[in-house]
């Protein structure tokens, strides 16, 4: 599913983020950059060493930040690593710093001139935010970003498994109502 935003796109498909097509595909890391499980993992599996060796050289990234490396032998171009909140109580700023991943994401590609991302599904898989609240944030986030950068032509949530996605179609139609 799809829809227009301003002069973009915000896209929702069901996939996998290493095999995107985008200029730049967003991971889920942690403020080491070092490599994990879930999405850092598939990335760093299908993008090769290079990409760890760059993150080696920029030595970590705060939570609710977000770095840049080449794409290695991914089909994308570029990674942007941002840090997603740990989840607790929803009353530790996680709004705000899961908020934040998707933008400072977003300023990261507009500062290089990347015109499409493709995001998964940040602090939803080992950091433990419920799926339906941080779906509503990140497509505000998006669709706000989308509204003011015209740089910014595609944006696509890349969904892991049928049910995330239908959380995401959920909140997509409910924010376009
Ligand atoms: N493509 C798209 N989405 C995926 C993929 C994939 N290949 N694999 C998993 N997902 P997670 P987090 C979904 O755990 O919660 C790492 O160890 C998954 O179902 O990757 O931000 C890092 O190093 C879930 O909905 O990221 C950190 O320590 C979503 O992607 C920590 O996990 C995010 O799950 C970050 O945790």
Known sequence: MEVKV??????IVEGDITQQDTEAVVNAANTSLLG????DGAIHRAGGPQILEECRQIGG????EARITTGGNLRARYVIHTVGP????????EPELLASCYRESLKMASAKGIKTVAFPSI????YGYPMEAAARIALKTVKDY?????EIQRVRFVLFGRPAYEVYEKALKESFK
């Open 123 to 126: 602090s939803t898989g080992a």
């Open 6 to 11: 301003g002069q973009g796109v915000l896209e």
């Open 36 to 39: 994990g499980g879930g999405v």
């Open 61 to 64: 990234c705060p939570t609710g």
């Open 86 to 93: 740990v989840y607790r109580d929803g009353l530790h700023r």
């Open 146 to 150: 989308l509204a003011e950068h015209p």
